[in-house]
């Protein structure tokens, strides 16, 4: 593999992954193949199976224990292929409030977060029927929304041979 910057060969390398391509702050993959370029530091990487990985990501965020963030609400968004102007119709709001939410300059209410969360079960549940909805929506109920928790790590790991996804918080 060559790198994407300088066009020099990249060197497999075992690290955790940053990934930052989500749009969220505290994602980290390991057991995926990572490359780093030893000229100019670039660092690459191979991920299998990416529908997988974002739902894998979309549940722990709609598991956590804290009201979501703005980067959060626009990777959930995202996730379930709503149009920002869609999901304020959804929620009854304006656009500009779901702006203000995904910009950061304003929190989600308790009511919004939890029917967002909702959201998106609903899409998990259509897309993939068989899944864990139950096992979500039992987590849903006990979820305090709580915003003096801090926000943790979220630890995906991809085992090469299930050729599976599984989470932890870190």
Not at 16 to 42: P, Q, R, W
Not at 50 to 61: D, N, T, V
Not at 105 to 117: P, T
């Amino acid at each position: 593999m060559k790198c994407s910057v300088c066009n020099k060969p990249l060197k497999k390398t075992k690290a955790l992954y940053h990934y930052t391509e989500s749009g969220l702050d505290n994602v980290y993959l390991g057991g995926i193949d990572v490359f780093k370029c030893a000229k100019c530091g670039n660092i690459e990487a191979k991920i299998p199976r990416i529908e997988e990985l974002h739902m894998i990501i979309a549940k722990s965020i709609i598991s956590q224990q804290q009201r979501l963030n703005n980067k959060e609400i626009r990777y959930l968004r995202k996730y379930i292929g709503i149009k920002a102007n869609e999901l304020a119709k959804i929620l009854h709001i304006h656009k500009s409030t779901l702006s203000r939410w995904e910009a950061g300059k304003d929190k989600i209410g308790d009511a919004n977060d939890r029917l967002l969360r909702l959201l998106v079960i609903g899409y998990m549940i259509e897309k993939h029927p068989l899944l864990f909805a139950a096992e979500i929506i039992k987590k849903l109920v006990t979820i305090s929304l709580d915003v003096s928790k801090k926000e943790k790590e979220n630890r995906i790991h991809f085992d090469k041979n299930l050729q599976t996804y599984s989470s932890f918080v870190a």
